[in-house]
């Protein structure tokens, strides 16, 4: 499924287009506290481009 366009400050993730905002400008990001392996980090990688969703990314780290 094809990213839609999103406003400023504001990503789309790329596997359920669902809008999210990046805090890593505010000194730090939420996804640093999600858990991957490096598998897991190798995977999406190669299957996604940008950043997932919270959702997402708590999902597929919680599907190990």
Do not use: H, N
């Not at 366009?5 to 640093?32: K, L, Q, Y």
Request: glycine residues 8%; hydrophobic residues 35%.
């Amino acid at each position: 499924m094809p990213a839609r366009p999103s406003p400023a400050g504001e990503d789309r993730c790329p596997r359920c287009a669902a809008a999210f905002g990046c805090e890593i400008a505010t000194g730090g990001c939420w996804c640093a506290r999600v858990t991957l392996d490096d598998e897991q980090r190798k995977r999406l990688s190669a299957d996604y481009v940008g950043c997932l969703c919270p959702a997402c990314l708590r999902e597929l780290a919680a599907a190990r």
